[in-house]
């Protein structure tokens, strides 16, 4: 079977994906994704969110196909008891995508054709791509939508030779910092914890470790730029939307870290780093993420090289060597669209209420 469209991962960006394309008529749709179970936010229940509740809400309100289908599934209903202008912890959203899969599942026989493998080969053929997975399935597909997600930053990012050089530190993975229900099992009080970067996943972590009842004596943070946080004005835009810190963490970050510091934490410029690392036992890698390796892509039997691949930060299309990847777009956290900042700057747009009306732009373009 040939299909109009081709979707990778499952993620909050994939479900997205996928509704949009059947709001729009781009079927039929092949889904593809190992588990099905909502790509790495499964992981991230006990984690805070940097989002109020209304735009988890109006997120859904824009998947048209969603919003027709609440009789089988209400997925607003996982919020019902918060107040639309507070946060949650992301496990929340996990439930929300969860719900919306079930209707998925239960309203798109005919249009959608879930298969549970990973793609392994793309020949881009100008009009079509023809996708190989690894049960060795072939099809053909119009459109291919990457929508693969990220792989978290770590020590091996920041410098190799750290561990050659201080024997004794050890990472505390990033997710688990994020998580004040899971911090705690990876420090004790005589611990000296470093964290590289001060954005929100950063500064979530500093917050997790001060508030856990294994407080580290010491809390480093290595950083390039003062704390942003983000500001709400009259007009409803929000000032450094992308970069700053929001809810709980903007306003911890306020209350300990703006101003008078506790003598347990320290900001250090990150130029300055390798100065503090034979005090530290543990170490937290905040510093971003980098994009999960594409499945091999092919033109003219030429197989591109994953790491030359980038992406048109304004239309979303894939390129390579300075030239579309044809009808091949990525979307969600490894791709996310340049937009114009309250501040006048430009920023890359992240969050899922900003992937939604990233997907819903380009996937209306192609269908007009």
């Known amino acids: 079977m040939n299909f109009k469209s081709t979707v990778i991962g499952a993620g909050p960006a994939g479900i997205i994906t996928v509704c949009q394309l059947l709001k729009n008529n781009m079927t039929p749709i092949a889904w593809v994704d190992p588990q099905f179970n909502c790509g790495a936010l499964n992981q991230f229940n006990h984690i805070p969110s940097n989002t109020k509740i209304q735009l988890f809400l109006n997120t859904l309100k824009s998947m048209g196909w969603i919003e027709n ?156 730029r003062p704390i942003i946080v983000a500001e709400y004005l009259p007009d409803g835009k929000i000032m450094n939307d992308s970069t700053g810190l929001k809810g709980r963490v903007a306003e911890w970050a306020k209350n300990i870290l703006i101003g008078e510091k506790p003598k347990c934490i320290s900001e250090i410029d990150s130029a300055e780093y390798k100065n503090y690392m034979p005090l530290c036992t543990k170490v937290i890698v905040a510093t971003g993420f980098q994009r999960s390796t594409l499945p091999i892509i092919s033109i003219n039997e030429m197989e591109l090289i994953d790491n030359k691949i980038h992406y048109d930060d304004e239309n979303m299309t894939l390129v390579y060597g300075g030239r579309e990847i044809s009808n091949n777009y990525g979307f969600g956290i490894a791709f996310p669209e340049k937009v114009l900042d309250a501040n006048g700057s430009y920023q890359h747009a992240v969050g899922f209420y900003k992937f939604m009306l990233t997907i819903t732009k380009v996937i209306t373009k192609l269908q007009s």
């Open 69 to 224: 289908h609440k009789d089988v599934e209400d997925p607003a209903q996982v919020f019902k008891n918060f107040d639309p202008n507070t946060t949650c912890e992301l496990g929340f959203s996990y439930e929300m995508f969860k719900k919306v899969m079930v209707i998925l599942d239960q309203t798109c026989k005919g249009l959608l054709a879930k298969m549970e493998s990973v793609v392994e080969k793309i020949e881009n053929l100008g009009h079509t791509n023809k996708i190989t997975l690894k049960n060795n399935c072939q099809f053909e597909s119009e459109y291919v939508f990457h929508c693969t997600g990220s792989k978290r930053n770590t020590i091996e990012t920041v410098d190799a030779s750290l561990y050659k050089l201080y024997p004794q530190l050890q990472e505390i993975d990033l997710y688990a910092a994020m998580s004040p229900e899971d911090v705690h099992q990876h420090i004790t009080n005589e611990d000296t914890v470093c964290i590289f970067g001060n954005s929100h996943s950063g500064i979530l972590a500093a917050m997790n470790l001060y508030n856990s009842p294994n407080r580290p004596k010491h809390i480093y943070i290595f950083q390039r």
